[in-house]
């Protein structure tokens, strides 16, 4: 990237626009969609799914249930009706299949807020910012598990901004609005990427789930990396690139197998050598991209 | 945190860890305190038909929602943010939009986790509360006005609202129609708070807990122990005697110490507190 450039300007202007920006237009598709969704029973009577992130039924047969809630449930002493736990486990099985943060860049709205802070910080050249660790997130889910162990209620509900803004979008925003706008002013002026990829319990989570995922971004073309580095300057999760871009001489595959990342396919769209694509996780033998580096590398 | 990536002392990584692990702590301590702090309900705010008590509640309930979906009158509302009820849990006003008490109880069968307990398929056993008739002073019943309205309009009619007819003393001749909860049938559901015809209602629905006393275990009610038994429990009902000065004698479950008329024995000793022993009928 040349100074006074952008991340993602080269893939602009070799691939065009819309292929470059062909996963982020999908991503919010789908964030925006599945809102919709939820929105169309209330605000217009048509009842094609009812409740919401917390747990939804859709068209009458299909339940869901997010899983990190009914542990915190059962942390809590209590059991579910069948419902929750089949919904629960649909949600468990997707997120295997779709990668762990797929939730995260697919279908939370908070990363709307959060993206729209990264992409500001990075425009108004802010430097300084704040490091948390990036294992804090654990950290607080484990916190947020044991709450729910000690006081046999749901504690972190209370402050789950995920499911209070989903919540308030649906049922009533309240001051729900007021805990969007500390987020997105906290990521922009005091931590970078700071809620999403450091604290958040609920990422952390789906972290978790994404370590054995199978959907999986591979740089399968690693080879023709010409180092511009947009893809990490767009990660939300950057050190999840590394081993995979890198580590040929290693001998470490081309998968991106850590689960932090969110399978957002940025790093895709931004590279205009087009490095990246997505795979599966077992896909990720180091071979072909070996004999692809004698021709491609000058 | 580039703790990793730079490869920084093992001394660095260890005052991170602590220093994480600090924070964290700190944030768990405030989380846990506010969720004691936002474990208490207002006491207008009432939970949908067959809810676990409030501190199970708090924990089985995920806030989603569909137990408010499937109300078909709009009762239920979940809390929002600043709200003064547990962030996001369903709850309902009585004098805003109370339960209809639906036969077939559709937000009971919506609810996934069973915050609301499917066990409960008879909805007259619910209980969401308790009705009060809080304030006498303005019930217009208590003044001798027939209105009897939330006597009418009780879905358990006739069994959690009962009217007691009381001798009216400022009249002299008409009779007060007296509207009397009764917890064993009132479900809460606040019909009778919704159209109390003041400004604002003499009925209110409480939480059970809060309209409820309890009898200390130990209080055995005599006449009700003698009915169940079929007689006196006390074998046999004893004569009771007194050792009392000449020309005196006590009744019992009556006028208490009298002083016979033919005794002539004077009526006032020379210890003033024997006189007030022996009380009016002494004199
Ligand atoms: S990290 Fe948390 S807030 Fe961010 S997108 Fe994922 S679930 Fe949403
Ligand atoms: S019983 Fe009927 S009216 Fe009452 S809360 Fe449930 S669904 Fe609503
Ligand atoms: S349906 Fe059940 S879990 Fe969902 S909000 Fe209502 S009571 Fe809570
Ligand atoms: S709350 Fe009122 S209307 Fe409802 S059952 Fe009790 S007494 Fe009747
Ligand atoms: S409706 Fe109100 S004023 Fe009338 S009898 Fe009942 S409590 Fe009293």
Redesign the pocket.
Known sequence: MQPGKHPGSDAVATKGWWKAHQWLLLRRASQFGILGLFLLGPLAGIWIVKGNIASSLTLDVLPLTDPYLALQVLLAGHSLEVTALIGAAIVLVFYLLAGGRAYCAWVCPINIVTDAAAWLHQRLGIKRTAQFARHSRYWILGVTLLLALITGTLAWELINPVTIVYRGLIFGLGLAWGLLLAIFLFDLFVSRRGWCSHLCPVGAFYSLLGRYSLLRVSAVARSKCDDCMDCFAVCPEPQVIRPALKGEAQGVGPVIRSGNCTNCGRCIDVCSKDVFRFDHRFDNSTSKPIAQKTEVMP | MATQDTGKTRRGFLVDMARTACGVALLGLGVGLYSRQAASLPAEALR??GALAEDDFLGACVRCGL?VR???????KLSELGANVANGTPY?IARDI?????PD????KACPTGALDHGLTD?DQ?RMGLAVVIDQESCIAFHGLRCEVCFNVCPVRGKAITLDMLHNPRSGKHALFIPVVHSDACTG?GKCEKSCILDEAAIKVLPVHLAKGLLGRHYRLGWKEKEQAGGSLVTPDTEHSYTLPEGMRYDYEGRGLITEESAGAAPYGDDPLETLKRGRGGL
């Open positions: 949908p038909p137990c499937d109300c078909p009158y709009d009762t239920l309902f109370p339960c209809e008490m639906c109880i559709p937000c009971i909805i619910a559901c």
